[in-house]
């Protein structure tokens, strides 16, 4: 049998309300407010919180500014010298691959959860045990290396900005970007090509 954990990580509707999604959605949300409530002095405590919120967690090269607010955390994957300003939130239903060299600024959001146009499908349901719930489901995000996501940067499921672009601030991303470009707006829309 496939559980609503499985479904939610491949993009299939899931019911969110499983007792398993809850209690890791609690943990990641007991840890944040810890991280949050955390002063950035004391890096020892901050790591420590991290290394259980995130899927693989190195102190050497992954810094969150804070605060910080993860769905999951557990099904965020980050490379190597990644920085992250304040009000970083990774709704990470689906996964999300960061890739190494990346840095986020400001009020950046990656979001993965997608809920049903039809409303048949996104209102709430009871299932056979007469309990109701609210399916949804999630596509993932994938940032290349080398990439800068600009102040209040928005980013949707389904989503892969290409190696060494950058997004310029306000911008919401609903369609892939190609690599080592400069790309701007609501929608994003690439604006020219970034040469060496």
């Avoid at 491949?10 to 007792?19: H, Q, S, V």
């Avoid at 693989?56 to 190597?80: A, H, R």
């Avoid at 959001?109 to 719930?133: I, K, M, W, Y």
Wanted: with cysteine; glycine share 8%; proline share 5%.
């Amino acid at each position: 049998m496939t559980s609503e954990r499985d479904k939610m990580t491949r993009g299939e509707l899931y019911n969110p309300n499983d007792p398993e999604l809850v209690a890791l959605r609690h943990k990641a949300h007991r840890l944040c407010t810890q991280f949050n409530q955390t002063f950035e002095t004391d890096e020892a405590t901050r790591c420590a919180i991290l290394r259980e919120l995130l899927a693989d967690f190195d102190e050497n090269e992954i810094y969150f500014q804070g605060p910080i607010y993860f769905d999951y955390g557990v099904n965020t994957f980050i490379g190597k010298n990644f920085y992250a300003n304040f009000n970083t939130t990774i709704l990470d239903v689906c996964p999300v691959t960061i890739g190494s060299n990346v840095m986020l600024g400001t009020g950046v959001s990656l979001l993965t959860p997608v809920h049903p146009l039809r409303f048949e499908e996104r209102n709430g349901q009871v299932d056979a045990d007469g309990n109701f719930q609210i399916l949804e489901y999630a596509k993932p995000i994938v940032i290349g290396d080398n990439c800068w996501l600009a102040s209040n940067v928005t980013v949707v499921g389904g989503v892969t900005i290409g190696a060494g672009s950058v997004i310029g601030a306000g911008s919401v991303v609903t369609r892939d970007i190609p690599p080592n470009t400069f790309a701007a707006g609501n929608p994003c829309k690439v604006i020219k090509e970034i040469r060496n």
